[in-house]
């Protein structure tokens, strides 16, 4: 056993008898979704501090809960990551993945990642939600690199669907539904923590990408070489540096999060109970 899976199975060995149940669903809360699991949407059963967890890496970004919300959406069994682990807080990509991991191992197979970005799209408005297509990783470390995990999946990982197509119809159908405008486009990772360049904005927009952010994509890579099965959210905070001349700044990410909280949680709720019943996942 190489040494990362030495430590994550030390850290779910250290929890495994204070689990309430085995999740069926995780989910990743960013920026505008961290009140989530007090907001009513969840009848939570448990929590559990990162700090508590042998091992594990702990955020440093101001707003940022850092634990385990274990509870039921109607009646499907969540897990929530209340805070995620940046690359930027200079981590290894390998801590930064992790509590991913560490939530496959708890059972969970299905895994919504949320975060808010910067618009590259110039069709974007800030508190649009995007559902995530595809992403760009090529600017971070793969979470990969390393020793294979083959207890998790496989040396060479195949990342044609990393976004569930099946996931994304539903998606699609269920904002529809639901009233809610939903983007869909591509993600690309930086690694922050500074905002990008307007240079480097106008490269990703080159590449394809339509949001930019500094989380998410490393998450995926680790979750769909598990097996997990994913669907990706990002919030519009904020036209990415260039397209508008405005300067950034994280106030301004917080502030618009916070504005369309309200619509990202319903449509989380509803994703979440609508992919469980149509795929029973």
Do not use: W
Request: hydrophobic share 40%; net charge negative.
């Amino acid at each position: 056993m190489n040494q990362i899976e030495e430590k994550l199975t030390g850290c779910y060995e250290s929890i495994r008898g204070r689990l309430p149940f085995v999740p069926q669903t995780a989910l990743v809360l960013g920026s505008g979704l961290g009140g989530y699991a007090e907001s009513g949407n969840i009848r939570v059963e448990g929590t559990l501090d990162y700090q508590d967890i042998q091992g594990f890496p702990r955020s440093t970004v101001e707003g940022h809960k850092g634990r385990f919300v274990f509870g039921y959406v109607e009646e499907v069994p969540v897990v929530c990551m209340q805070g995620r682990v940046h690359y930027y807080e200079g981590y290894a990509m390998s801590d930064v993945v992790l509590p991913v991991r560490l939530m496959r191992l708890m059972g969970a197979e299905t895994l919504f990642l949320t975060n808010a970005a910067g618009g590259i799209n110039k069709d974007y408005r800030p508190g649009d939600l995007m559902l995530i297509r595809d992403h760009i990783s090529s600017l971070v470390p793969s979470p990969l690199i390393g020793p294979n995990l083959d207890s998790l999946g496989p040396r060479f990982c195949d990342m044609t669907d990393t976004y569930d197509a099946e996931y994304r119809t539903v998606m699609k159908e269920t904002a529809a539904a639901a009233g809610i405008p939903l983007q869909e486009g591509v993600y690309i990772q930086f690694s922050g923590p500074q905002y990008e360049t307007p240079a480097e904005i106008r490269m990703a927009r080159m590449l394809g990408a339509d949001a930019a952010g500094m989380s998410t994509v490393c998450e995926a890579i680790a979750a769909h070489h598990a097996g997990m099965r994913i669907c990706g959210i990002s919030c519009i905070t904020n036209m990415a540096a260039g397209v508008t001349g405005e300067k950034l700044s994280h106030e301004e990410v917080q502030e618009t999060a916070d504005e369309a909280a309200e619509r990202f949680q319903k449509l989380i709720t509803a994703g979440i109970l609508a992919v469980s019943r149509k795929t029973g996942a």
